[in-house]
Structures are given as C-alpha cells and as structure tokens.
C-alpha cells in the first residue's frame, strides 16, 4: 500500500519551533524520522511520499522515502495534490509527520481493519479511558458522544478519487478539526443538535456523511492511543518523551 506523509511547514511551526514540525528533534532524532519508521516496519507499506519544504528535507530523510515533493498553503491544499500522485489507488494511508509515539503495530492494526470494512474512509478514534490509561498527562481534545469520549487519530485510510470529490467540505472540517462544537456545526443542523443533546452516536455520524458526502466512511475505534499523541507545543515534545 502507498502512504502519505503530511509534512508541511507552517508559519505558526516557525513560530512555536523555529522550523517545521517534522525536523524538530524529539529524542535526538527528527520528529519525521519516528513516522517512516513505523510505516516501514509494519510492513504494510511499500511507497512513501512526504509532501512538505523540499530543499530541507531532501538532505535528510531523503534515503529513507520514495518521493519528497514541495508543499503547498495549507494542510489540505497538500493533501489534494499528494493524493493526485495515486489516482489509481483504491486505498492510500495517511499520516501526520508529528507523532513520534507511533509504532509499527498501531500501523499494521489500523490498516488490516480499515481494508476490512471496505469503504472510501477510515478514521481511527481512541476513547478517553484508554488513551488516559497510558498517556494520563498528555491533553487531549475530546468528542462527547453516546458512546463515550474520543479523541481523533492522525492516520487516514481514503479512496483517493472520492477525496477529491468533496474538497470544500473536507476543507471546512479541516480547519475546524480542534473544535468539536465547530466541527459539528460544519457537518450541518442536524448534527450539531445531536452533539449538544449528547445523544450523537457514531453510527449517525457515518450515516450522515454517506448521505451528505456520497461516500462512505467509518471510524474504527482503535486500542492504540499512540496515533492520537501529536505534537502542537513545545511542552508536548518534554510530555510525550519520557513515554519512550
């Protein structure tokens, strides 16, 4: 399977880090480095690509991807033109350059049971107790739901042609990603009346969205909290090293 690996560098990165996330050092080693290792370990994976600033990654990660290309304004703006790079792919797995925890096995996990449920998009998500029980210190933002509390993973399975299909709506869910309310209300009335009642499950999240969307989707509660232990402070990178 090809793999993605979403690298951009943002001004706030600069801001908060003096550079882009994925050359931070986290443990000595570029933060990038702990992604293409566990993609390559699962064994899963058979190309990757790193969409993000070329000239400074090239010299070092270069050897350990197939394919580095030149970024784009924004998060999605890389999405759509990495995923371009694999139009004739039913399946592409995506990941965030900012997850050192990762491991080879949540990898591996995610994949066989997102190729199981067969559909355009599958989106890992842990629940609160599980993520607690080994990451008690490390903040995290939750969805409320029927079912309990979840917080969002940063791997993606997707059908690369259906993506394409619904850029504005993907770009609106995008840039609301760290606010549950915001990105209810994205979704549309219905949804976001649910959320507040606190009777939104996730069934009726993913009913709605092949109807709104015309696509299907699933989230696959998974037991690894390791994909959903990002980096988007400089305190997250002391946090999250002594889990090592």
Known sequence: MKAIILAGEGNRDIEYFGRGKALVSFREEPMIEYTINALIDSEMIDYILVVGNENALTPIIGDSVDRIIGQENNILDNLIKSISYFSNEENVV???????????????????????????LCYPIVERSVYMAKYPDVRRTYVILKEGAFTGGNLIMINPSKIKAIENQIRCLINNRKNPLKMTRALGMFITIQFLLRQLTIEKIETYVQKKFNITGKALIIPYPEVGSDIDRVEDIKTLEKYM
């Open 94 to 120: 995506i990941a965030t350059c900012d997850i050192p925890l990762i491991t080879s096995d949540a990898i591996r996990y995610f994949i066989n049971n997102a190729l199981n449920l067969r559909v355009d």
